[in-house]
């Protein structure tokens, strides 16, 4: 497969890969405007939580790098404005923060030295951020692979690949490390309603990647783990709390639920930017709600429910720490007791 990048900087604008519009067509999207990244974000055009880190960061970059002011007070306000902004795109996933909170650092740290200087050093910071999420998937590969066994077959939901990441993956990228190691397995994916993130993107991610994959709808999941046909579930996260309760996309936690009643271990595979530490546990992870034409029509040519029907759509779930196996992390493997562990990882 052709290497792809989720995110990059390209001829002085964010350059992103429109995900609404996958499998059907691969386009990519300059973009020169914070407004239309915002909205690029919230519609999901760039989306996964690493990938959310890496747009904060060039997010800011793009909001700072013409600003007129000389002096750091003014510099910052503007800086504090457009942190602020994009804090408002979607509020589940901690990567987006910690992305932001990086590049504000940035400019405290350098307040000292010239506006001029304080621009070249957000830029670079932000291609750092972008050079650290392919290594640190890639080390989550690495462990994560240990726990893929030859013949297994491996349950997914939403997108946690390339797509989600720079160009690697967390969940996926686990799959890709054991493919790079000849393991032989199975994968089947979660279609991951109302978006589909798992139908249009992680099919066409494995595929491309030539991975044994099979798509199923969201409600098929029991079924296949009362059949014996599931050997693991893997799947990322966008916010882990200090006790390992983490949240992702709706649907993970019924997996997690169905998992421990047919003994099977489920995994997540997040890096440490993905750990909320200051939450003590999952309860006060912020869930996205979206709207409801996402659920009633979005991807279908027409509409699938009553017109003017009430819908709830909240676009994450949390799973409880003890329904978790063990967390993969660039760090290592944490397994319960995990508020100790993830304690102790954090600090390596
Ligand atoms: O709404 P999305 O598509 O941004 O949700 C993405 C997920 O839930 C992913 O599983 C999560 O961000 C981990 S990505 C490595």
Redesign the pocket.
């Known amino acids: 497969m052709k290497a792809i990048r989720t995110i990059e900087w390209k001829h002085g604008a964010i350059r992103i890969i429109d995900q609404t519009l996958l499998p059907l067509k691969f386009r990519v999207l300059d973009i020169r405007d914070i407004r239309v990244l915002w909205k690029a974000i919230r519609q999901?055009k760039v989306?996964?939580?690493?990938?959310?880190g890496a747009a904060a960061a060039w997010g800011v970059y793009l909001g700072v790098k013409d600003a007129p002011e000389t002096e750091f007070a003014g510099f910052s306000r503007r800086l504090d404005k457009v942190i602020g902004y994009l804090a408002s795109a979607?509020p589940t996933?901690r990567n987006l923060f910690w992305g932001l909170e990086r590049m504000g650092s940035v400019a405290v740290r350098n307040r000292q030295r010239p506006v001029s200087r304080i621009k070249k050093l957000l830029f670079r910071q932000a291609r750092q951020i972008v050079e650290d999420d392919r290594q640190t998937c890639r080390a989550i590969g690495a462990f994560g692979s240990t726990l893929i066994h030859g013949g297994d077959t491996i349950l997914t939901?939403?997108?946690?690949?390339i797509l989600?990441?720079i160009d690697y993956?967390?969940?996926l990228g686990v799959l890709y490390s054991a493919q790079a190691r000849g393991r032989k397995f199975k994968v089947y994916a979660c279609e991951t309603r109302p978006?589909l993130?798992g139908a249009r993107l992680t099919t066409w991610e494995l595929t491309k990647r030539k991975i044994d994959v099979t798509l199923i709808c969201d409600n098929m999941a029991a079924t296949l783990m009362a059949q014996g046909k599931i050997d693991a579930v893997i799947?990322?996260?966008?916010r882990i709390a200090a006790n390992g309760d983490a949240a992702?996309?709706i649907g993970?936690y019924s997996l997690a639920v169905l998992a421990r009643h047919h003994r099977i271990p489920f995994y997540i595979?997040?890096p440490f930017s993905?750990f909320d530490l200051q939450l003590k546990d999952g309860a006060q992870i912020p869930i996205?709600e979206r709207p409801a034409g996402e659920v009633t029509t979005l991807y279908f040519k027409n509409p699938v429910a009553a017109q003017g029907v009430k819908v709830y759509n909240p676009?994450?779930d949390v799973t409880d720490h003890r329904l978790i196996t063990a967390l993969i992390t660039e760090k290592g493997i944490i397994r319960p007791p995990f508020k100790a562990g993830i304690k102790k990882m954090t600090r390596r």
């Open positions: 999901l989306r996964g939580a690493p990938a959310l979607r996933a939901v939403c997108n946690a690949g989600a990441t993956g967390t969940a978006l993130q799947t990322g996260a966008d992702n996309k993970t595979a997040a993905t996205e676009a994450f």
